[in-house]
C-alpha cells in the first residue's frame, strides 16, 4: 500500500501532461452541425433564413487581440492549461483570427419574445459557434465566441461586443459558476485596437468604444427561442418564425435535445418522451430562477431568446446583483415598464415556458404541455426556493411559519435600506451568549444598523418622479383611455410604486440621521427577537453538543450567504482600466469571484498581486461593500 501511496503524486502529473490538449489538437465532434439543417446560401449578408437551423460563416479578424482575462477552470473543460493560454498566439485563437484544427464556424437561426412580443427572426447576431469539443472525461462542450463579427441575424447591428458589455459577461458567468448556479461559462475575453460606435445611454451621445470577445462556453446554446422559428403568424403583429410547418425540422430538433442532453429520459413512444423533456425543461427552469433570488441577482432582459433549455443561466445583458435591497428595481434601461424586475422574474419565466409549450403545439399537446406548467412550475419553485431560504437562515427543520419569517426579513431590509448580501451574511454571527440562554441579538442588530442606508441616500431614493398631482391625472386618464399610459412608456405598477414613494418621502423628508437609526434599530430589534425564537425551536441550548452544532451552522450559512458578488461599481473600475491595457484588476476580480463563499481575508486571497493594490482594497472593503453613488444603476443593451 505505501509503494502505491508514493506513486500518486508522480502519476497524477504525468497524467494530466498526457491529457492535456492544445489549440491545434482539440477534439472537435460537431454533432449539433450533422444533425440539423444548415443554411444553403454560403454568402454572409443580413436575411430571412428559412428552413434551417444553421448558417455557415466565418469570423471578421480583429486588429491587435490581447488577452484581458482567462478563467483556468472554465479551460479545463477543454482540456486547455494554462501553458496554452499563455502562448503568444493565444489570442489569435481566443479572437477568431486564427481557427482551430476541427472547428466548423456557424451562426444559430432562433426567434423570441422580446418584452412580450414576438419579433419573428433574431438569431446569433454576434456569437459564432466553433464546435463541440469532446474532452478526456467524454464531455461535450459547445463553444462560441460571441463579438465574433457579421452574421446574416445581425440585423442593423455590426456584430461587433465592446469591451464594457464582455468583460461583464464574462465575469458573471463565471461568478455564477463559483455560486453554484446553473450556467454558461466564459473561458476567456479578449480585447482588440479595433474600435465601433455605441450610443450607450440611447441619448444621442454616441462614442467610439474598443470591440472585443468572450469564449463561450456550454453543453449546449439551444433556447426557447430555437423552438420559435416554427411559430405561426402571430395575430397581433404579424411576425411569425422562418421555418413555420416544418414540422420535420421541430422533430428533428427535438430528438437532437432529447437524446443528446436528455439521455436519461426513455420512452418507446417519442411524442411521450418529447413530454418528459418538455417538463423537465420546465422544472430546471424553475429551480434556475428560485437559485438568482435566493441571491438577489436580476436578469435584466428575460425574453424567451434568453431562456436555455439546459436550465442554464445564458445571455449576460444588462443583468444585476441587488445592493440595498428593492424587489423593484429595474436594471434595464430599456425596461420603462418594470417586465424584468427581480419580483417579477418567476411570473415571466412561468410566462416564457408557455410561450415554449406554444412553439412545440405543431407536434404536442399544448393543452396538456400548458396545464403541466401551470401546475408545477410554481410548485417547484417555491420548494426550491424554501430550502435554500432554510440553508441561508440556518434552520434545520421547516414550519409554516417560516414564509412568514422570510417575508418580515425582506420587508425589514427594504424598509432601512439594508443590502441584500451582506445583511444575509451578517446572520451567521448570532450566536448563543456563555449563559446559553440568550444569545447575542444586541450586538447582531447594531452591526445590521450600521450598514443600513443613510437617510439621504433613502431620501434620494424614494423621491418621486413626478408630483401627485400628475400621477392622479395620468390615472383618471388611463380609466378612459388603457393605452395612453403604453404611449408614455409608463405602467400601472409604475404608477403605484410611484404613489408608494412619495407616502415613504414624505415620512422621512423631515427624519434626522438618529432617528432613521433609532427606527431601524427598532425594527431589526423585533425581526431578530422573532429569529432567535425560530432558531430555538431548531436548536435547544441545554443540549451538550450545542457549540458542535452551532459552529455546524454557522458554516452552512456561510456556504450558502456569499460575500462577495459582482457588484456594478467593482467592474466597472475593471473595465476602466483594461480599457487602458491594465488587465490586473480584472484578474484580481476573477480570483475574488472565484472565493465567493470564503472566510479568508482578501489579503490572502490576493495573495499573489502586487500588496499595496491588494491592500487598499482590503481596508476600504471595496469587494464587499458599494459605494453610495452607485448603488443599483441602471445598465443598457447597448453592447
Same mark, same amino acid.
Request: charged residues 30%; contains cysteine.
Given at each position: 500500500?505505501?509503494?502505491?501511496?508514493?506513486?500518486?503524486?508522480?502519476?497524477?502529473?504525468?497524467?494530466?501532461?498526457?491529457? !492535456?490538449?492544445?489549440?491545434?489538437?482539440?477534439?472537435?465532434?460537431?454533432?449539433?452541425?450533422?444533425?440539423?439543417?444548415?443554411?444553403?446560401?454560403?454568402?454572409?449578408?443580413?436575411?430571412?433564413?428559412?428552413?434551417?437551423?444553421?448558417?455557415?460563416?466565418?469570423?471578421?479578424?480583429?486588429?491587435?487581440?490581447?488577452?484581458?482575462?482567462?478563467?483556468?477552470?472554465?479551460?479545463?473543460?477543454?482540456?486547455?492549461?494554462?501553458?496554452?493560454?499563455?502562448?503568444?498566439? !493565444?489570442?489569435?485563437?481566443?479572437?477568431?483570427?486564427?481557427?482551430?484544427?476541427?472547428?466548423?464556424?456557424?451562426?444559430?437561426?432562433?426567434?423570441?419574445?422580446?418584452?412580450?412580443?414576438?419579433?419573428?427572426?433574431?438569431?446569433?447576431?454576434?456569437?459564432?459557434?466553433?464546435?463541440?469539443?469532446?474532452?478526456?472525461?467524454?464531455?461535450?462542450?459547445?463553444?462560441?465566441?460571441?463579438?465574433?463579427?457579421?452574421?446574416?441575424?445581425?440585423?442593423?447591428?455590426?456584430?461587433?461586443?465592446?469591451?464594457?458589455?464582455?468583460?461583464?459577461?464574462?465575469?458573471?458567468?463565471?461568478?455564477?459558476?463559483?455560486?453554484?448556479?446553473?450556467?454558461?461559462?466564459?473561458?476567456?475575453?479578449?480585447?482588440?485596437? /479595433?474600435?465601433?460606435?455605441?450610443?450607450?445611454?440611447?441619448?444621442?451621445?454616441?462614442?467610439?468604444?474598443?470591440?472585443?470577445?468572450?469564449?463561450?462556453?456550454?453543453?449546449?446554446?439551444?433556447?426557447?427561442?430555437?423552438?420559435?422559428?416554427?411559430?405561426?403568424?402571430?395575430?397581433?403583429?404579424?411576425?411569425?418564425?422562418?421555418?413555420?410547418?416544418?414540422?420535420?425540422?421541430?422533430?428533428?430538433?427535438?430528438?437532437?435535445?432529447?437524446?443528446?442532453?436528455?439521455?436519461?429520459?426513455?420512452?418507446?413512444? !417519442?411524442?411521450?418522451?418529447?413530454?418528459?423533456?418538455?417538463?423537465?425543461?420546465?422544472?430546471?427552469?424553475?429551480?434556475?430562477?428560485?437559485?438568482?433570488?435566493?441571491?438577489?441577482?436580476?436578469?435584466?432582459?428575460?425574453?424567451?431568446?434568453?431562456?436555455?433549455?439546459?436550465?442554464?443561466?445564458?445571455?449576460?445583458?444588462?443583468?444585476?446583483?441587488?445592493?440595498?435591497?428593492?424587489?423593484?428595481?429595474?436594471?434595464?434601461?430599456?425596461?420603462?415598464?418594470?417586465?424584468?424586475?427581480?419580483?417579477?422574474?418567476?411570473?415571466?419565466?412561468?410566462?416564457?415556458?408557455?410561450?415554449?409549450?406554444?412553439?412545440?403545439?405543431?407536434?404536442?399537446?399544448?393543452?396538456?404541455?400548458?396545464?403541466?406548467?401551470?401546475?408545477?412550475?410554481?410548485?417547484?419553485?417555491?420548494?426550491?426556493?424554501?430550502?435554500?431560504?432554510?440553508?441561508?437562515?440556518?434552520?434545520?427543520?421547516?414550519?409554516?411559519?417560516? /414564509?412568514?419569517?422570510?417575508?418580515?426579513?425582506?420587508?425589514?431590509?427594504?424598509?432601512?435600506?439594508?443590502?441584500?448580501?451582506?445583511?444575509?451574511?451578517?446572520?451567521?454571527?448570532?450566536?448563543?451568549?456563555?449563559?446559553?440562554?440568550?444569545?447575542?441579538?444586541?450586538?447582531?442588530?447594531?452591526?445590521?444598523?450600521?450598514?443600513?442606508?443613510?437617510?439621504?441616500?433613502?431620501?434620494?431614493?424614494?423621491?418621486?418622479?413626478?408630483?401627485?398631482?400628475?400621477?392622479?391625472?395620468?390615472?383618471?386618464?388611463?380609466?378612459?383611455?388603457?393605452?395612453?399610459?403604453?404611449?408614455?412608456?409608463?405602467?400601472?405598477?409604475?404608477?403605484?410604486?410611484?404613489?408608494?414613494?412619495?407616502?415613504?418621502?414624505?415620512?422621512?423628508?423631515?427624519?434626522?440621521?438618529?432617528?432613521?437609526?433609532?427606527?431601524?434599530?427598532?425594527?431589526?430589534?423585533?425581526?431578530?427577537?422573532?429569529?432567535?425564537?425560530?432558531?430555538?425551536?431548531?436548536?435547544?441550548?441545554?443540549?451538550?453538543?450545542?457549540?458542535?452544532?452551532?459552529?455546524?451552522?454557522?458554516?452552512?450559512?456561510?456556504?450558502?450567504?456569499?460575500?462577495?458578488?459582482?457588484?456594478?461599481?467593482?467592474?466597472?473600475?475593471?473595465?476602466?482600466?483594461?480599457?487602458?491595457?491594465?488587465?490586473?484588476?480584472?484578474?484580481?476580480?476573477?480570483?475574488?469571484?472565484?472565493?465567493?463563499?470564503?472566510?479568508? /481575508?482578501?489579503?490572502?486571497?490576493?495573495?499573489?498581486?502586487?500588496?499595496?493594490?491588494?491592500?487598499?482594497?482590503?481596508?476600504?472593503?471595496?469587494?464587499?461593500?458599494?459605494?453610495?453613488?452607485?448603488?443599483?444603476?441602471?445598465?443598457?443593451?447597448?453592447?
Amino acid at each position: 500500500m505505501k509503494f502505491v501511496k508514493n506513486i500518486k503524486p508522480i502519476v497524477s502529473p504525468i497524467r494530466k501532461y498526457m491529457t !492535456a490538449k492544445t489549440f491545434e489538437t482539440l477534439n472537435f465532434d460537431n454533432l449539433v452541425l450533422r444533425t440539423l439543417p444548415i443554411d444553403p446560401v454560403a454568402e454572409n449578408y443580413v436575411r430571412q433564413v428559412k428552413n434551417a437551423c444553421f448558417s455557415k460563416i466565418k469570423p471578421t479578424p480583429l486588429q491587435n487581440p490581447q488577452i484581458v482575462v482567462y478563467s483556468k477552470e472554465a479551460m479545463n473543460l477543454l482540456d486547455l492549461d494554462e501553458n496554452q493560454l499563455e502562448r503568444k498566439d !493565444a489570442s489569435e485563437y481566443l479572437s477568431g483570427n486564427t481557427l482551430m484544427s476541427g472547428s466548423e464556424t456557424a451562426a444559430h437561426c432562433y426567434c423570441g419574445h422580446q418584452f412580450g412580443v414576438f419579433a419573428g427572426q433574431l438569431g446569433d447576431g454576434a456569437a459564432i459557434y466553433l464546435g463541440e469539443v469532446i474532452n478526456d472525461k467524454n464531455e461535450r462542450w459547445e463553444i462560441q465566441l460571441k463579438g465574433a463579427g457579421l452574421t446574416p441575424y445581425s440585423r442593423s447591428a455590426d456584430g461587433r461586443k465592446v469591451l464594457r458589455s464582455t468583460l461583464r459577461e464574462f465575469m458573471c458567468s463565471e461568478a455564477m459558476h463559483f455560486l453554484g448556479i446553473p450556467t454558461t461559462r466564459a473561458g476567456s475575453c479578449v480585447v482588440s485596437d /479595433s474600435k465601433v460606435v455605441r450610443d450607450i445611454f440611447y441619448d444621442g451621445n454616441p462614442k467610439m468604444e474598443r470591440c472585443a470577445v468572450v469564449l463561450r462556453i456550454a453543453q449546449s446554446f439551444i433556447r426557447f427561442g430555437s423552438f420559435e422559428i416554427f411559430r405561426p403568424v402571430d395575430p397581433d403583429y404579424g411576425n411569425k418564425g422562418p421555418s413555420f410547418g416544418r414540422n420535420d425540422i421541430l422533430i428533428k430538433m427535438l430528438d437532437y435535445v432529447s437524446d443528446t442532453f436528455y439521455s436519461n429520459i426513455k420512452s418507446d413512444n !417519442a411524442h411521450e418522451k418529447y413530454e418528459k423533456v418538455f417538463q423537465e425543461i420546465i422544472l430546471r427552469t424553475a429551480r434556475l430562477v428560485a437559485e438568482w433570488l435566493s441571491v438577489g441577482w436580476v436578469h435584466g432582459v428575460l425574453n424567451t431568446d434568453n431562456m436555455s433549455i439546459l436550465g442554464l443561466t445564458i445571455d449576460y445583458g444588462p443583468f444585476g446583483f441587488l445592493d440595498r435591497y428593492d424587489p423593484d428595481h429595474i436594471f434595464n434601461g430599456s425596461d420603462t415598464a418594470g417586465r424584468y424586475t427581480y419580483r417579477n422574474q418567476v411570473d415571466i419565466c412561468e410566462w416564457n415556458c408557455i410561450k415554449l409549450a406554444e412553439a412545440l403545439s405543431p407536434v404536442l399537446d399544448l393543452v396538456k404541455l400548458k396545464d403541466f406548467v401551470k401546475k408545477n412550475f410554481k410548485q417547484e419553485f417555491e420548494r426550491v426556493y424554501l430550502e435554500k431560504m432554510k440553508k441561508k437562515f440556518g434552520l434545520v427543520n421547516s414550519k409554516p411559519s417560516d /414564509s412568514d419569517l422570510f417575508k418580515k426579513f425582506f420587508d425589514t431590509m427594504y424598509e432601512t435600506g439594508a443590502d441584500f448580501t451582506n445583511t444575509f451574511r451578517k446572520l451567521s454571527l448570532l450566536e448563543f451568549l456563555p449563559n446559553k440562554t440568550d444569545m447575542n441579538t444586541s450586538e447582531l442588530v447594531n452591526v445590521i444598523v450600521s450598514e443600513c442606508a443613510s437617510i439621504d441616500d433613502m431620501r434620494s431614493f424614494f423621491k418621486p418622479k413626478m408630483p401627485k398631482e400628475t400621477l392622479d391625472k395620468l390615472f383618471a386618464a388611463a380609466e378612459e383611455n388603457p393605452g395612453i399610459l403604453e404611449y408614455f412608456g409608463l405602467n400601472e405598477v409604475f404608477l403605484k410604486n410611484q404613489l408608494k414613494f412619495i407616502e415613504k418621502y414624505e415620512k422621512l423628508k423631515n427624519k434626522t440621521v438618529e432617528e432613521k437609526k433609532q427606527i431601524d434599530t427598532e425594527l431589526w430589534s423585533n425581526w431578530l427577537n422573532e429569529y432567535v425564537n425560530r432558531i430555538q425551536e431548531d436548536y435547544d441550548p441545554k443540549s451538550q453538543d450545542i457549540d458542535a452544532k452551532m459552529t455546524d451552522r454557522n458554516k452552512k450559512m456561510n456556504s450558502n450567504n456569499p460575500r462577495f458578488i459582482l457588484r456594478n461599481h467593482i467592474i466597472q473600475e475593471a473595465i476602466e482600466k483594461a480599457d487602458n491595457n491594465d488587465f490586473t484588476e480584472a484578474k484580481m476580480l476573477l480570483k475574488i469571484l472565484e472565493n465567493a463563499f470564503s472566510e479568508k /481575508s482578501v489579503d490572502a486571497i490576493l495573495a499573489n498581486f502586487d500588496p499595496e493594490a491588494v491592500r487598499q482594497k482590503s481596508e476600504s472593503k471595496f469587494y464587499e461593500n458599494p459605494p453610495l453613488p452607485t448603488k443599483c444603476v441602471r445598465l443598457t443593451c447597448s453592447s
